[in-house]
Nanobody, 119 residues
Framework: QVQLVESGGGLVQPGGSLRLSCAAS????????MTWARQAPGKGLEWVSS????????IYTDSVKGRFTISRDNAKNTLYLQMNSLTPEDTAMYYC????????????RGQGTQVTVSS
């Protein structure tokens, strides 16, 4: 059974940083691409970033390019999202999703971790 548990969210001031983690279990983590998606209040699920199974070549939605970095540690079965220069527009529930970009709405995902950017 696929299990994904996100952590690391919280309240941060504009310009601040957070590092999200996603602990994966129940599948062969190193065999799958992984994705981060987010959902802002009153909006639909938005794709944020994806990375291939060996951790090379992260891709990003335009609004986070240059600020967010996706990475993974296959030895620890963990996916990360380093978020810098946060803005209020980054406020959302962030989800870890099993699979590549095209599966961000349909793939298994965790319960999410809340990121709130506010002064």
């Amino acid at each position: 059974q696929v299990q994904l548990v996100e952590s690391g969210g919280g309240l941060v001031q504009p310009g601040g940083s957070l590092r999200l983690s996603c602990a994966a279990s129940g599948f062969i983590f190193s065999s799958d691409a992984m994705t981060w998606a987010r959902q802002a209040p009153g909006k639909g699920l938005e794709w944020v970033s994806s990375i291939n199974n060996i951790g090379i070549g992260g891709i990003y939605t335009d609004s986070v390019k240059g600020r967010f970095t996706i990475s993974r540690d296959n030895a620890k079965n963990t996916l990360y999202l380093q978020m810098n220069s946060l803005t209020p527009e980054d406020t959302a529930m962030y989800y870890c999703v099993k699979g590549a970009k095209q599966y961000y709405t349909t793939g298994p995902r965790g319960q999410g971790t809340q990121v709130t950017v506010s002064s």
